[in-house]
């Protein structure tokens, strides 16, 4: 969105430089991204958030300008000329459905005179970027960037017996937009109609047939409010963008329409001729009263600062939201039509914040309150993506729409219910992802192409299947490490290559941290490993194949990952502080240094330690794991580390020495290992 400093003149009495500014602008939200001299005036160049469309014109950016600096806004007020003389030329408005277009307003203007714009009104479009056509349509478009209604003029004399029919398109209907496209319509699309054929696309583009050219004498001008959501949609499916569509796929102010064709109008008058020939409607403008209550305490408390009622009461009244005093403390807020964002009192409070200034609120710390656990979806949601943090992963947000090509490349079957969308923006986003994994190993593959030599990735996302005419949702946990990690060990520089068994030490400590402490790891034959919780599949592990990381362009590196149910974690999650007492006597630690052949089971060999070891065994843990010249191809060198302990006594060598010697001659027995 641009505007230039002498248009921005025209309502508010500036006296500071354009570069103080673009700089109070910014501090209250409306980023000047750009500030450029355009002869003796300057254009700003403005980053408009969504869901701020009152900011897509000059006065909208001159309220903002008046309220952040205490200036008077001079408010345009339109009288609409008068004339009798509408029976001359007889126009007719249907609007099939009100829910598509709740306000249709069609001004005859007769006998006018279609040329070249002054130059002020040629500049003043140049410097938006704007190329002049002619004194009609840069007026169109000269109230469209000023008040933020689009417009437009139809040749009244081309429209087929002066009628105007607001429809979905049939289908077969073909129109030729002004940038000379001749376009096939699908049907649904929302026209502007004659009696015969469409004439333009709403909210849109005109079509070339109904133009006002050098020729014209009448015009039919158009100041209308079409449904966003129908417009975007028809956008994007004609692939079509204009300053119009721009406009009325995020709101239109509804209160405006009328007084910006009225505008539009005295400006034709005056530079083009004419006489008004009358004006006809089809639904209202009227918006319902919406009103707020805001209590000064309530923002008060929110932002940390003392702002007294008065001084919200001004800085509210300054951005034209009329107040009135309820009570002592609280104040009824009067929300007017271009203002639609406004819902709820943190919105105001938000609006009081900008305009007092975030630089004059004091920065404070929050204060650290204990924290029952809670079992809120996205509270422990919140706390999976800490723990992951905390373990050296990142966080990534990767589109829920793929391409079809992902899934064939992740060798995923077309079988498995893949949904796709009927009108998908492009080629890439046609399908709704089935698995969460493609899509990270796809930002593994861009991060290794900026020249990352180490990919750490996690997302908390939902996956999507088909099911009986159906959609099912299923949300996932994905994890995904690529790379060499770098650390420095007393032997100096140590390069240590992600592997699965990096993924089970994050997985095991994830579930361990989230209280899960029943659940396993089962290889099967594909190289994939399964996550068990509670005897419930849960997910799996696996390392990528040399075919799938071809497919993804990934050379000469292993990629593992992790896919795991999100519900399965909640439902088995114990979030629950637990203490122990700390140990007042010291433990006996007996090491055992054996090799395994790689059949068996870690995870019941261990189970089988614990067990073997009761009442005195305290922990056992692996501390080392080799495999190498030194052990025979199909066993593996492991190292188990046993840790006794009593709470109550010191235990004695000759109490541990029976069990410990038991465990071995389990091992031996059971898991045929050969002592080291």
Not at 93 to 112: M, N, Q
Not at 280 to 291: C, E, F, I, V
Not at 359 to 386: D, F, H, M, W
Request: glycine share 6%; hydrophobic share 40%; proline share 4%.
């Amino acid at each position: 969105m641009k505007v230039t400093y002498n248009w921005l003149k025209k309502f508010v009495d500036i006296r500071i430089s354009p570069q103080s500014l673009a700089a109070g602008l910014t501090m209250a939200g409306l980023e000047v991204v750009a500030l450029e001299k355009a002869g003796e005036d300057f254009v700003l160049e403005i980053e408009i958030t969504s869901n701020r469309p009152d900011w897509l014109n000059v006065l909208g950016v001159a309220r903002e300008v008046s309220a952040i600096y205490g200036l008077k806004l001079k408010s345009p007020v339109f009288r609409a000329a008068q004339s009798k003389a509408a029976a001359a030329y007889p126009v007719k408005i249907s609007v099939a459905d009100k829910k598509d277009c709740p306000f249709y307003s069609a001004r005859v203007i007769s006998g006018l005179k279609v040329g070249a714009s002054p130059q002020w009104l040629q500049k003043s479009l140049a410097a938006l970027g704007c190329r002049s056509i002619n004194n009609v349509v840069d007026i169109t478009n000269y109230c469209l960037f000023e008040l933020g209604q689009p417009l437009h003029a139809f040749d009244l004399d081309k429209l087929h017996q002066g009628e105007i029919k607001v429809r979905r398109s049939r289908a077969g209907e073909k129109l030729i937009t002004l940038d000379g496209q001749n376009r096939v319509l699908d049907p649904g699309v929302l026209v502007i109609a004659d009696s015969d054929r469409p004439v333009a696309i709403a909210g849109i583009m005109g079509g070339a047939e109904t133009e006002v050219t050098l020729d014209t004498r009448n015009i039919l001008l158009e100041s209308a409010v079409f449904n966003p959501v129908l417009l975007r949609r028809t956008k994007q499916r004609l692939g079509l963008q204009s300053e119009s569509a721009y406009r009325f796929e995020r709101g239109v102010d509804l209160g405006g329409a009328s007084a910006a064709s009225v505008a539009a109008q005295e400006m034709i008058l005056k530079l083009a001729g004419g006489k008004p020939a009358g004006v006809k409607k089809a639904g209202t403008a009227k918006t319902a009263s919406q009103k707020i209550n805001l209590e000064t305490a309530y923002l008060n408390k929110l932002l940390g600062t003392a702002i007294s009622v008065t001084q919200v009461r001004q800085i509210l009244n300054r951005l034209e939201l009329p107040t009135k005093a309820k009570s002592k403390n609280v104040l009824t807020v009067s929300i007017p039509s271009f203002r639609q964002d406004l819902k709820q009192p943190v919105d105001l409070v938000e609006e009081v914040a900008r305009i007092y200034g975030y630089e004059r609120i004091a920065q404070t710390l929050p204060p650290v309150k204990p924290v029952i656990a809670s079992r809120n979806q996205q509270e422990v949601i919140g706390q999976i993506k800490n723990i992951l943090n905390g373990l050296g992963l990142n966080e990534a947000i990767t589109y829920s729409l793929v391409d079809r090509s992902l899934l064939k490349q992740s060798e995923i079957s077309p079988d498995t219910g893949i949904v796709a969308i009927a009108n998908p923006l492009s080629s890439e986003q046609e399908v709704l992802r089935p698995a969460l994994w493609p899509s990270l190993v796809g930002a593994v593959a861009y991060n290794l192409n900026q020249q990352q030599e180490q990919v750490s990735l996690f997302e908390v996302a939902s996956v999507f299947s088909g099911l009986d005419h159906s959609v099912a949702e299923e949300p996932l946990l994905g994890i995904a490490l690529c790379g060499v990690k770098s650390f420095f060990t007393k032997n100096g520089l140590t390069r240590d290559e992600f592997t699965l068994l990096h993924l089970k030490g994050i997985l095991e400590t994830l579930l361990s941290r989230l209280g899960i402490e029943g659940f396993d790891l089962i290889a099967r034959e594909d190289q994939r490993v399964n996550i068990i919780i509670n005897q419930k599949p849960a997910g799996f592990l696996l390392e990528l194949t040399p075919r799938i990381l071809q497919a993804f362009e990934i050379k000469n590196r292993r990629v593992v990952l992790a896919q795991l149910n999100l519900e399965r974690l909640l439902e088995a999650m114990n979030l629950g502080t637990r203490f122990r007492e700390i140990p007042k006597y010291p433990s006996i630690i007996r090491d055992i240094s054996f090799v395994m052949q790689e059949d068996f089971s870690v995870s019941e060999m261990l189970a089988a330690i614990r067990s073997g070891g009761r009442p005195l065994l305290s922990r056992v843990e692996i501390v080392d794991y080799y495999q190498g010249k030194q052990i025979p191809s199909g066993f593996r060198g492991l190292t188990v580390s046993c840790i006794y302990r009593q709470l109550n006594r010191t235990l004695t060598e000759e109490e541990v020495t029976p069990v410990h010697n038991g465990i071995c001659s389990l091992l031996t027995e059971k898991f045929r290992i050969k002592l080291r």
